[in-house]
């Protein structure tokens, strides 16, 4: 399916957002940008994108509006604030947001969108920098089925595959499992990396007997070697990563779900906040770890 030169908003161009929005341009989507920092929307002009002055902006000039923002209080911000979304939203148009938050979030935002009219679909993404760069992210929607069918052009021009998960929070919810997992699966490979290393074992051994059997996995393996020469170039930036664990367990709570693995693993990620890494990669919870073990060895030579 092609883009018909279908006029599409979109606003947020972190990590993830501008390689969308270029995406777009690529498939020859008219798209008309905002963000918080005019840089990045100059970046996008000269690759052919329109500038929107504020959401509503940017809303009242397309028939949809695709944001890609930080977290719950961003997204809320940009939705209900002065000037934002739900300013320039009248029948007929449609928000798409595709920014991680909680189910409670999404419901807020699409309730003032149906209020004046508007259509509200929430699709966070599985997949991280480079299936953003490569077009290859896994779209988890739910909300407005009609709206679904009419951007799914756009999301075929970001992602793999698109998912239609039901009512609003549907794909919130299923967005939130996932991370939570693999902020779970990259705790423990980091605790396994530093316990393969204090027991005299090569990390890089550790590695390739990981990547033989079944718990080999892409993430393991792209994640690894940089970890193991203690470079975290951000990708997923850790402070989101801890965002997504602590709405995964406020879900668990509402439910009554027991999650003592996800809430170890989250932990350590505010540990790793408090030492100052999160606009580093998750997988920088490793130094959070390393700097435990080295906290250790000090009061341990400090009490011979
Ligand atoms: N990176 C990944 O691997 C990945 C993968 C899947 C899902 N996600 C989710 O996708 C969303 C975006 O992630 P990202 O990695 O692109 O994050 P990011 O690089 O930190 O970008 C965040 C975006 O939110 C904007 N923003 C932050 N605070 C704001 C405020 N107070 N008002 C208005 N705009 C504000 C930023 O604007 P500025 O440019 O002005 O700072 C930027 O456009 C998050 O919900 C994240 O959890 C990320």
């Known amino acids: 399916m092609g883009s018909d030169g279908m006029d599409v908003g979109f606003l947020g161009l972190g990590i993830m957002g501008i390689a969308m929005a270029r995406n777009l341009l690529k498939r020859g989507f008219k798209v008309t940008v905002w963000n918080r ?13 329109s500038i929107g002055s504020s959401p509503a902006d940017v809303v009242k000039k397309c028939p949809i509006t695709i944001a890609m923002l930080a977290d719950p209080s961003v997204a809320l911000s940009v939705a209900l604030g002065p000037d934002g979304v739900v300013e320039g939203i009248s029948p007929g148009k449609g928000y798409v947001d ?5 189910s409670g979030t999404s419901s807020r935002i699409a309730e003032a969108v149906a209020a004046k009219g ?10 991280s920098k480079q299936p953003a ?24 021009a970001m992602g793999k595959k698109s998912f239609y998960l039901n009512d609003v929070g549907g794909g919130a919810k299923m967005k939130l499992v996932v991370n939570m997992i693999m902020g779970s699966m990259m705790a423990a490979f980091s605790e396994g990396l530093s316990l393969a290393d204090k027991a005299g074992l090569s990390q890089q051994t550790l590695l390739e007997v990981l990547e033989l059997g079944a718990m080999g996995n892409p993430m393991f393996k792209m994640k690894g070697p940089s970890m193991i020469d203690g470079k975290y170039t951000t990708a997923f930036p850790l402070k989101h990563q801890q965002k997504d664990m602590r709405l995964a367990l406020a879900l668990g709570d509402e439910l009554a779900q027991s999650m003592p693995v996800a809430a170890a693993a989250n932990e350590t990620y505010k540990k790793a906040r408090s030492l100052g890494l999160g606009d580093q990669d998750f997988s920088a919870v490793h130094q959070a770890l390393a700097h435990e073990a080295a906290n250790a060895s000090d009061s341990a030579k400090a009490a011979a």
Not at 37 to 49: F, H, Q, R, Y
């Open 37 to 49: 920092s005019p840089a990045k929307c100059e970046e996008l002009a000269k690759e052919g994108a």
């Open 98 to 102: 595709m920014s991680t938050v909680d």
């Open 118 to 127: 508007g259509d509200f679909l929430e699709a966070p993404v599985s997949g």
């Open 133 to 156: 760069e490569m077009a290859t992210l896994i779209i988890l929607a739910a909300g407005s089925k009609s709206l679904f069918d009419k951007v799914r052009p756009a999301f075929d």
